[in-house]
Structure formats: structure tokens, C-alpha cells
């Protein structure tokens, strides 16, 4: 659901259609690219506007929520993308760069040793967790120091974690 007011869905076809839901006109619709989906569609941002995007194959998509036109980036290999965020968040070196989309192409920053990337947001920072705490990462700044857990014992590993918008709610053992 978009703004509770229109669907977004992929067709046998490979069709993606953002249709109204209330009267179930189509507002757009745009090729959806070959290869095996890594991904659901999913609301996110991308360059300040918003997007509907998905992995697909070796490639991140998207489609202006507006207009419908379509754009994509090849991904590195063994990338994975997660769109839990407020914009997709690519993960490469296994797990030691997390990358956003800037100016339409990816751009990188360091994840700290120990550390796990877990969702980007719209204004390009990556939000990483591990036992010494958070960072927030941003694409060509030096890594910050983490932000501390805020436990009154030492703080073991996360061990669930949800996104909710721009939140991430983590549980620790």
C-alpha cells in the first residue's frame, strides 16, 4: 500500500503497476526488469524522491512514485539490498560496505569491524549495530565512534530486530 491509497504489484507479465485502489485505475505502469526477484516491492527513497524499488537479478530498481519512470544500477557481486529503511541499503564485501544510492550510483562506507548494517535512510546515513553499540554511518565521512548502548549491564549481541519506518527497534540478550 502507498499512502493509503494506491497498490503497487508486479504482473505475470512483468509489469509494475501502481493502480489506485479506490477505483482501480492504473496511475502508471513500467517494464519490470529480467531476473529472479531478491526482494518485495517496497516504498523507499532514492536522490530525495520517492520510489518504489526492488532487487531484481544483479540489479537494484526503482520507479518514480510519481511518474513511473524507471531506473536501475547494476549491483556488485554477492551484493545483497535491504529496503527496511527509508531508502535501499546495499551491502557488499560481506558485510563490510554498505552503500546507498547517490546521484544515482552507489556510494560506499566502511561498516566497522564486528558491526552489522541494518537499514539506510533517506538523507543517505547507514545505521549499524554491534556490541559496542551504534554507528551512523554516511558515504565519504570517517567512521564515526559507535553511540553507546544505553544498558545498565554490558550488552550482549541484538538478537531480533524490526524496522518500522525510520526505527529500528532491537532486543538484546
Partial sequence: MVDGTAMAFVTSDRVVAL?????GEA???AR????TPGTDLAVSTVDGRRVIAAAVGDRLAWW???SGEAHDIALPPGATVRLHGTA????TDQGRTASTVVGGKLAGCPVPDGATPLAARS??????????GWWHLRPGQVTPNPVAWESPGPPGAPTIV???GESIVTVLS
Fill in 19 to 23: 493502480v489506485d485502489v479506490a477505483g
Fill in 27 to 29: 496511475r502508471w505502469t
Fill in 32 to 35: 519490470y526488469p529480467d531476473g
Fill in 64 to 66: 518514480d512514485l510519481e
Fill in 88 to 91: 535501499p541499503l546495499v551491502v
Fill in 123 to 132: 538523507d543517505g546515513v547507514v545505521t549499524a549495530t554491534g556490541p559496542a
Fill in 162 to 164: 524490526a524496522y518500522l
